[in-house]
């Protein structure tokens, strides 16, 4: 008789990670994949065994499939992983449900909401953005009369820069909410957008909206190992912002960052302890977002997962590090192998975009893979995909990225635009 298969389960994440995932730990993990995602995956499904297709926008259901699919194949779960925001709320359900360590319902809730995290982090008087929420165009110019400064309106539970502004003036702000009411009420994301429980009842982000102090400086992000009272810093790198896109858009990483010499890097893992505290974690890993300024380290996001996009492909080129594969050492409560800072080159991660929307005819990348520079290029778009740009879709603008090693420190932006002009790209009209 067949012995129990024992895996970790890995909540709801997207084709490309799932097909990552596939090829570096063959019979790790079990995929509990919504059905929409595998029905416009551009990736081969893997075998009947390793992923369980359902609805995730029905919790209950999901748990019952993942339930008789367990049965049905003699598996055992030793943990549960999750990469997407969206995600989330669903993993710490079922985690309650078998018995997995996960973070609670209510930690991710307060993770994900943009004004809740905040709120707990002012009160435990860690550098942030002053935020509140606003269910008008009329709060909205109150608070950007009240702060004085440009602010920043955005979703309460988004992700990434989607339908985010810079307003500076009240005419921005009347702009910008009009366009969120309108693009929201009719977004197909049901789970991003998900209403949520608040201390001021249930919050329905479709309608309600976070408003917040535009903190200006450079921007970073790092990933740390959250363990009881210990934290670990496993990366840290520098955000280059993509000025020919909207508002909040990365055009690359940086790893290893080099942070401000203002800023007291020692103090640092005791901020990101009682920042994560603070929201109700207590053994994750986790990623932070944050704005350096006046030598603190502003928070913007935090969140019980590993950084994104295109950082895991740039972890493991700059030190061989696999921060998915780690991912899954902690659901299992396995130690975490750790590069030495030594073993960290300084590499790019570049963020390829098209700047047109239409359908692509043809990528050529071979400008790009002849650079000596050039250490990987990834396409997730190809022929025959259709773009859409801002701010219907913010994501099939990205076409893929490329990792470098950049000839200096000092031109790494210039270096950035000059790869992106290297990819050529035909379109058609939609």
Same mark, same amino acid.
């Given at each position: 008789?067949?012995?129990?298969?024992?895996?970790?389960?890995?909540?709801?994440?997207?084709?490309?990670?799932?097909?990552?995932?596939?090829?570096?730990?063959?019979?790790?993990?079990?995929?509990?994949?919504?059905? !929409?995602?595998?029905?416009?995956?551009?990736?081969?499904?893997?075998?009947?065994?390793?992923?369980?297709?359902?609805?995730?926008?029905?919790?209950?259901?999901?748990?019952?499939?993942?339930?008789?699919?367990?049965?049905?194949?003699?598996?055992?779960?030793?943990?549960?992983?999750?990469?997407?925001?969206?995600?989330?709320?669903?993993?710490?359900?079922?985690?309650?449900?078998?018995?997995?360590?996960?973070?609670?319902?209510?930690?991710?809730?307060?993770?994900?909401?943009?004004?809740?995290?905040?709120?707990?982090?002012?009160?435990?008087?860690?550098?942030?953005?002053?935020?509140?929420?606003?269910? !008008?165009?009329?709060?909205?110019?109150?608070?950007?009369?009240?702060?004085?400064?440009?602010?920043?309106?955005?979703?309460?539970?988004?992700?990434?820069?989607?339908?985010?502004?810079?307003?500076?003036?009240?005419?921005?702000?009347?702009?910008?909410?009009?366009?969120?009411?309108?693009?929201?009420?009719?977004?197909?994301?049901?789970?991003?957008?998900?209403?949520?429980?608040?201390?001021?009842?249930?919050?329905?982000?479709?309608?309600?909206?976070?408003?917040?102090?535009?903190?200006?400086?450079?921007?970073?992000?790092?990933?740390?190992?959250? *363990?009881?009272?210990?934290?670990?810093?496993?990366?840290?790198?520098?955000?280059?912002?993509?000025?020919?896109?909207?508002?909040?858009?990365?055009?690359?990483?940086?790893?290893?960052?080099?942070?401000?010499?203002?800023?007291?890097?020692?103090?640092?893992?005791?901020?990101?302890?009682?920042?994560?505290?603070?929201?109700?974690?207590?053994?994750?890993?986790?990623?932070?977002?944050?704005?350096?300024?006046?030598?603190?380290?502003?928070?913007?996001?935090?969140?019980?997962?590993?950084?994104?996009?295109?950082?895991?492909?740039?972890?493991?080129?700059?030190?061989?590090?696999?921060?998915?594969?780690?991912?899954?050492?902690?659901?299992?409560?396995?130690?975490?192998?750790?590069?030495?800072?030594?073993?960290?080159?300084?590499?790019?991660?570049?963020?390829?975009?098209?700047?047109?929307?239409?359908?692509?005819?043809?990528?050529?990348?071979?400008?790009?893979?002849?650079?000596?520079?050039?250490?990987?290029?990834?396409?997730?778009?190809?022929?025959?995909?259709?773009?859409?740009?801002?701010?219907?879709?913010?994501?099939?603008?990205?076409?893929?990225?490329?990792?470098?090693?950049?000839?200096?420190? *000092?031109?790494?932006?210039?270096?950035?635009?000059?790869?992106?002009?290297?990819?050529?790209?035909?379109?058609?009209?939609?």
């Amino acid at each position: 008789m067949p012995g129990v298969d024992r895996r970790v389960l890995v909540v709801g994440t997207s084709g490309d990670y799932l097909d990552l995932l596939g090829r570096r730990f063959p019979g790790r993990a079990v995929w509990l994949t919504d059905a !929409s995602v595998r029905k416009h995956a551009a990736y081969l499904a893997p075998d009947a065994a390793t992923e369980v297709l359902c609805d995730l926008t029905r919790p209950d259901e999901a748990l019952a499939t993942l339930v008789d699919h367990l049965a049905r194949w003699r598996m055992e779960l030793t943990g549960l992983a999750c990469y997407d925001c969206e995600s989330m709320p669903l993993a710490a359900f079922l985690a309650g449900a078998l018995a997995l360590p996960y973070p609670s319902p209510a930690a991710v809730a307060a993770c994900r909401s943009k004004l809740v995290s905040k709120q707990r982090w002012r009160r435990a008087g860690l550098p942030c953005p002053a935020a509140a929420r606003v269910e !008008s165009r009329e709060q909205a110019l109150s608070f950007l009369r009240r702060l004085g400064n440009p602010v920043v309106l955005k979703p309460l539970t988004g992700s990434g820069s989607e339908l985010t502004f810079l307003c500076a003036e009240a005419q921005d702000c009347t702009r910008a909410f009009e366009l969120m009411e309108t693009r929201l009420a009719a977004h197909d994301d049901v789970r991003m957008y998900a209403s949520y429980a608040s201390s001021e009842g249930q919050t329905d982000p479709r309608r309600v909206f976070g408003i917040e102090e535009f903190v200006e400086g450079p921007e970073f992000s790092c990933d740390f190992l959250l *363990d009881g009272d210990h934290v670990e810093v496993l990366r840290s790198a520098r955000k280059i912002p993509a000025a020919e896109q909207t508002f909040g858009t990365t055009l690359a990483y940086v790893v290893p960052a080099e942070f401000p010499a203002e800023l007291d890097l020692a103090a640092l893992p005791s901020q990101l302890l009682t920042a994560a505290h603070a929201l109700g974690l207590e053994r994750a890993l986790c990623m932070l977002d944050f704005i350096v300024r006046d030598g603190q380290a502003f928070m913007i996001e935090m969140a019980p997962r590993p950084g994104g996009d295109c950082l895991p492909f740039l972890l493991q080129r700059s030190a061989g590090f696999d921060i998915l594969g780690a991912e899954l050492d902690v659901a299992e409560g396995r130690p975490v192998a750790t590069p030495d800072s030594r073993q960290w080159e300084r590499l790019v991660g570049l963020r390829l975009f098209v700047t047109g929307a239409g359908v692509i005819e043809r990528l050529d990348t071979a400008a790009l893979a002849a650079d000596p520079r050039v250490r990987e290029c990834y396409l997730k778009q190809g022929p025959g995909d259709t773009i859409i740009l801002p701010p219907a879709d913010y994501d099939s603008r990205v076409l893929g990225h490329v990792i470098f090693a950049p000839s200096s420190p *000092d031109s790494i932006e210039a270096e950035c635009l000059d790869l992106s002009a290297k990819l050529r790209v035909e379109m058609s009209e939609a």
